[in-house]
C-alpha cells in the first residue's frame, strides 16, 4: 500500500493540468522557507566574516598604536640609557674628596692645564693661579698662563713633586728661570694653609738683568667672593673670601725681596678687580686689561713706561663666544701684579680661617726650613721605592727619574662636569650626567684631561709610588660608567677643558670603546692584596675590590658583547672611520693606535687581534678578582682560557704566509692617495672651483683577508704575555722585533715595519704619520715587561728573550734620558731614525714609564 501512495504522488507531480494544484503549492513554499533560511544563514555568515574583518581590523590597529607607542617608549628608553647612571653604589662616598674626609688631598696643584695654579677637590672651586710676562720686550705681549707648545719655553716641569703636600718646578723662558715652589699644612677643617714661593733668576748673561710682572690671581667658580684690601696707596696686600667648601681665608702677597738675603727689592703695583663668566676667560680678560700707561721708576735707572692691569674692557658683544640665550654667572676675579727686576723671590700665602692653633706663618725661614724637610722626605721614598741609587745610576740620571715621576704626579688633575654623549637612538648629544674626575693626564700643554686608554699606563707608576691615589683614580673612573656599561673614552668634563679640544672631538660615541687598560693598574692591585696574605692582611683593599666589582661586570659585559667579532672568540674595534675615500687607510681612533694599519675597507668582517689580546687579559683578570671575593668566578674563567687558548688565537689571527698575528678584514695594499681632477670650464677663472683634494685610489679591489702590516698589533700576543713560552710564534716575534729592518732601533721598537708599504705615509693632506713608524714608550714598556717576563720562565726562548731585554731596555732608557737632558722636555714619541723627541710637549703621561724600567719593576 506504501507503494502505491508512492506511486500516485509520483504521477501527480508529473501532471500538467491543475488537479493536483494544491499539493505542487505545499511544496513551493517549503522550499522558500528552505531557501530564506538557508538565504538568512549565508547572509549572517557573511556578516560574521565582515563582522571578523572588521574585528581583525581593529585589532590590527589596536596592535599597530600599542606597537607604535612602545617603539616610541622603547626608542626613547634607549635614548636615555646612554645618560642613566650605572645602578650600583658609587664606589666613592660624595664626601670622600672632602676636607673632613680627606684633607691631606684637599688643596693641590690640580689645574694641569696652567703653569702654576692650585686648586680643590670641590666641583666648583676657588682657584688661584700664575701668570707672567716679561718687560720691554717690544709691543708684543707675551703673557704666559695656560701651558701652550707656542709659548716656545726652553722647558718647564716639576723637578719634585709628592703627590700631596708639596712640589718644586722650574719653568725656564727666554732670558729668565722661574722657580714655583709649594708646601702645604694641616690644620682647621677646610684642608689647611699653603705657601707658594716663586724666584726669579736671570739666565743669560746680558748686562741688563730681565724686568718680570708676575700676576698672582684669585677666581670663584659660581660659589664663593672675594673682597681686595688695598695698602700703601695701590698695592694689593691681601685678598679675604669664602666659600662652601673653604670657608672663610685669607690670601696674602708678601712683598718682592732678593732672595735668601731678603733685601727688600723695588717693584711696581698694580691690580685689577673684575668679574669673569667662566675659568676658560681669564687669560683673555687679563689681556683685555692691559694698558701701557703705567712708570717703571726704580731708585736707580731709567723711568720706562711698562705694561700692566688696568680696567677690564670686554669685548664688544658680537665677538662673544657666549651662545644666544646661554645664562652663566659671573664670578668674583682678583689680579695682583708685581713688576720686578731679577732675581728675586716672592711668597703668597693662602690661611685657612679655621686653622686656629696656627704655630707661624708658613712663610720665610720656616718655609726654606719646611721644604728642606720635604725635599729630604721625597729623596729618602724615592729611593726606597725605586732604588735607583743602589742600580748605580748617576745623580744626573736620578735627577731626570725623579722628575718623570714628579710630573706625572703634578700632572694629576681633578675636574667636574659633563661630558657630551650621544648614541644611534639620538638625534642630538645629551648632557653626561655631572661628576667628579681625579685622573692624571697625559700632556699638560696638548692633552689636559683624561683619557680611558693612557690612564691604566700612567696608574702603573702612580701605584709604585701611593697605592691610594691609584684607588682613587680607578673609582672615580668606573663611578663614570652608564647602566649599559660605557665609560666616555675622553673626559671634557667644563669649559676650561672643552676650550682646549677641537670640535669634532668632543662628542664621546657610546658604541666606540678604549683599550681596558685600567685591568693592568688592577693587576697590581690583585697582586699586591696576595702578596701581603690576603683578606686578614689587608681588609682595605677586599672591601673596595667588592665596591668595584660590580661596575667591573658591567664594564666586561660591555665589551663583551658591543666590541664581538664576526665568528665566534673574535672582536672588533667600534668606530672606525667613515669617509674612507679621504683616508690612505681608515683610522681606528678608539683602539688608541689611531693611524695604524688596519683593513683597509671597514666592514663587519674585520677581527682585530689587539682587542682579543686585551679581552684575554681583562678576563683573567676579572676571574682573579671574582675568586678573591667569593663570587662566581667560572664563566670569567672560562672566557679566559678560550682566548688564551694558543690554538683559538692561532686559528684566528695567525697568517702561516706573513709568519705573525694579524688583523683580518677586507684588505689591499694597492692604494695610494692622489690629486683629485677638478674640471674647469675654458676661459672660468680657477679659483671660483673647489680646491683639488688628494683622495684614494685603490689599484686592486680589496679581498678578505690578513692585514699585512706587521708593527705594535702584530706584537700584541707578546706584549700582553698570552703566547705560552714554548710556543713556536714567540721565535718569529723576536726575530721581527730585533730586525733593524723592521722594528729594532737602537732608540726602541719603532711602530711600524721600516719595510711596510705604509711605513711613514700621511694618511691625509693634512694628517702626518702618527703610529706608522714612530716610537712609542707605553707599548716599548710592554715589550720590556713582556721580555722581562719569557726571560724568567723556562721555555726554548728564555735566553734569546734576556739577550732583548737588556738591549731593549737600556736603548729606550738611554735616549728618553738624553733627549730630556738635550731639549728639558719628555716626550709624546721618538723619532725612529735619530731617536728626536716629537710630538707633545711635555708628556709624562706613559712616556713616564721609563721610571719603572730603570727600576726594573714591571
Not at 665609560?487 to 679640544?501: G, N, W
Not at 666606540?512 to 692582611?537: D, H, I, M, R, Y
Request: proline share 6%; charged share 25%; glycine share 6%.
Amino acid at each position: 500500500m506504501g507503494r502505491q501512495r508512492h506511486g500516485k504522488r509520483v504521477i501527480s507531480n508529473n501532471s500538467k493540468d491543475g488537479s493536483d494544484s494544491v499539493p505542487h503549492g505545499k511544496e513551493d513554499k517549503k522550499k522558500d522557507i528552505a531557501n530564506s533560511i538557508l538565504h538568512r544563514k549565508e547572509k549572517k555568515k557573511k556578516l560574521d566574516i565582515a563582522k571578523l574583518f572588521i574585528n581583525i581590523s581593529i585589532g590590527l590597529c589596536i596592535f599597530s598604536l600599542i606597537w607604535f607607542f612602545y617603539a616610541i617608549y622603547m626608542r626613547s628608553y634607549m635614548a636615555r640609557r646612554i645618560i642613566t647612571p650605572h645602578s650600583s653604589p658609587k664606589i666613592l662616598d660624595p664626601n670622600s674628596t672632602s676636607p673632613a674626609v680627606s684633607p691631606h688631598l684637599f688643596w693641590g696643584s690640580y689645574r694641569p692645564q696652567v703653569y702654576f695654579g692650585m686648586k680643590t677637590r670641590s666641583p666648583k672651586s676657588v682657584v688661584t693661579g700664575l701668570m707672567w710676562m716679561r718687560q720691554f720686550g717690544g709691543m708684543d705681549v707675551n703673557l704666559r698662563h695656560t701651558c701652550e707648545q707656542g709659548d716656545q719655553l726652553q722647558s718647564y716641569g716639576w723637578l719634585m713633586h709628592d703627590g700631596m703636600d708639596f712640589g718644586i718646578q722650574e719653568v725656564r723662558d727666554t732670558d729668565f728661570t722661574l722657580t714655583t715652589e709649594f708646601v702645604k699644612r694641616q690644620g682647621g677643617e677646610h684642608g689647611g694653609d699653603w705657601t707658594w714661593r716663586i724666584t726669579a733668576k736671570q739666565q743669560s748673561p746680558a748686562a741688563q738683568a730681565p724686568v718680570i710682572s708676575l700676576m698672582f690671581y684669585v677666581a670663584t667658580d659660581s660659589q664663593g667672593s672675594l673682597q681686595a684690601h688695598i695698602e700703601e696707596r695701590n698695592r694689593l696686600g691681601s685678598v679675604t673670601g669664602s666659600s662652601e667648601e673653604l670657608g672663610q681665608f685669607k690670601l696674602t702677597f708678601r712683598k718682592p725681596s732678593a732672595g735668601e738675603s731678603s733685601t727688600a727689592k723695588y717693584a711696581s703695583y698694580n691690580h685689577l678687580k673684575t668679574v669673569s663668566p667662566g675659568l676658560e676667560k681669564l687669560t683673555d680678560i687679563v689681556k683685555n686689561s692691559l694698558s701701557g700707561r703705567f712708570i717703571y721708576n726704580p731708585p736707580s735707572g731709567e723711568k720706562r713706561h711698562y705694561i700692566a692691569v688696568d680696567t677690564y674692557k670686554p669685548p664688544p658683544p658680537q665677538q662673544q663666544q657666549q651662545q644666544r640665550g646661554e645664562s652663566r654667572k659671573e664670578n668674583d676675579f682678583v689680579v695682583h701684579q708685581v713688576t720686578v727686576q731679577a732675581p728675586f723671590q716672592i711668597e703668597v700665602l693662602f690661611e685657612s680661617a679655621s686653622f686656629r692653633d696656627r704655630p707661624n706663618q708658613l712663610a720665610a725661614e720656616v718655609l726654606t726650613e719646611e721644604l728642606e724637610k720635604r725635599k729630604s722626605a721625597f729623596d729618602a721614598k724615592f729611593e726606597e721605592t725605586f732604588g735607583l741609587h743602589r742600580k748605580g745610576y748617576t745623580p744626573a740620571q736620578i735627577k731626570f727619574s725623579k722628575a718623570a715621576l714628579s710630573n706625572m704626579l703634578g700632572g694629576m688633575g681633578y675636574f667636574y662636569g659633563q661630558s657630551a654623549v650621544q648614541s644611534k637612538y639620538n638625534e642630538y648629544p645629551l648632557a653626561y650626567p655631572e661628576g667628579p674626575l681625579f685622573t692624571a693626564v697625559p700632556s699638560r700643554s696638548f692633552f689636559p684631561r683624561g683619557f680611558l686608554w693612557d690612564e691604566g699606563f700612567h696608574q702603573l707608576l702612580i701605584n709604585k709610588w701611593d697605592p691610594q691615589i691609584t684607588r682613587e683614580s680607578l673609582a672615580h673612573w668606573l663611578d663614570m660608567i652608564n647602566v649599559e656599561g660605557w665609560i666616555p673614552r675622553e673626559q671634557i668634563l667644563d669649559d676650561e677643558a672643552r676650550s682646549k679640544v677641537p670640535g669634532e672631538f668632543i662628542v664621546q660615541r657610546n658604541e666606540n670603546a678604549n683599550p681596558p687598560t685600567l685591568f693592568l693598574a688592577l693587576q697590581k692591585l690583585v697582586v699586591s692584596f696576595v702578596a701581603k696574605g690576603g683578606e686578614k692582611a689587608d681588609k682595605d683593599t677586599k672591601a673596595y675590590l667588592k665596591r668595584l666589582f660590580p661596575r667591573l661586570q658591567t664594564w666586561f659585559e660591555w665589551y663583551n658583547t658591543t666590541q664581538t667579532g664576526p665568528v665566534p672568540n673574535s672582536y672588533r674595534w667600534r668606530g672606525r672611520d667613515k669617509d674612507t675615500n679621504l683616508f690612505l687607510n681608515p683610522k681606528t681612533l678608539t683602539s688608541g693606535l689611531d693611524d695604524y694599519p688596519r683593513a683597509s675597507h671597514p666592514s663587519q668582517d674585520e677581527r682585530h687581534v689587539d682587542l682579543h689580546c686585551w679581552m684575554a687579559l681583562a678576563s683573567g683578570i676579572m676571574a682573579d678578582v671574582a675568586k678573591l671575593l667569593g663570587e662566581p668566578h667560572q664563566d670569567y674563567e672560562k672566557t679566559h682560557q678560550i682566548l688564551s687558548d694558543n690554538s683559538v688565537l692561532e686559528e684566528l689571527h695567525w697568517s702561516e704566509q706573513l709568519k705573525t698575528f694579524a688583523d683580518y678584514g677586507n684588505h689591499t695594499q694597492s692604494v695610494a692617495l692622489q690629486r683629485e681632477k677638478v674640471y674647469v670650464p675654458p676661459s672660468q677663472p680657477r679659483h671660483q672651483f673647489p680646491t683639488a683634494r688628494l683622495v684614494r685610489s685603490v689599484r686592486k679591489a680589496p679581498k678578505l683577508q690578513y692585514v699585512n702590516s706587521l708593527g705594535y698589533v702584530s706584537l700584541f700576543p707578546f706584549l700582553l704575555q698570552i703566547l705560552q713560552p714554548d710556543s713556536p710564534k714567540l721565535e718569529h716575534i723576536l726575530k721581527d722585533m730585533r730586525d733593524d729592518q723592521k722594528l729594532w732601533t737602537r732608540y726602541g721598537l719603532r711602530s711600524l715595519s721600516k719595510s711596510d708599504p705604509l711605513f711613514m705615509k700621511r694618511n691625509t693632506e693634512h694628517d702626518a704619520p702618527y703610529w706608522r713608524g714612530p716610537i712609542w714608550i707605553n707599548i716599548n714598556y710592554l715589550a720590556v715587561r713582556a721580555l722581562h717576563y719569557y726571560a724568567n720562565t723556562e721555555g726554548p726562548y728564555k735566553e734569546k728573550s734576556a739577550s732583548l731585554y737588556e738591549e731593549l731596555r737600556t736603548n729606550i732608557i738611554e735616549n728618553v734620558y738624553s733627549q730630556y737632558m738635550e731639549t728639558g722636555y719628555i716626550w709624546e714619541q721618538y723619532n725612529d731614525s735619530t731617536g728626536r723627541g716629537q710630538g707633545s710637549h711635555p708628556f709624562t703621561g706613559w712616556s713616564a714609564l721609563c721610571v719603572l724600567m730603570m727600576a726594573e719593576q714591571y
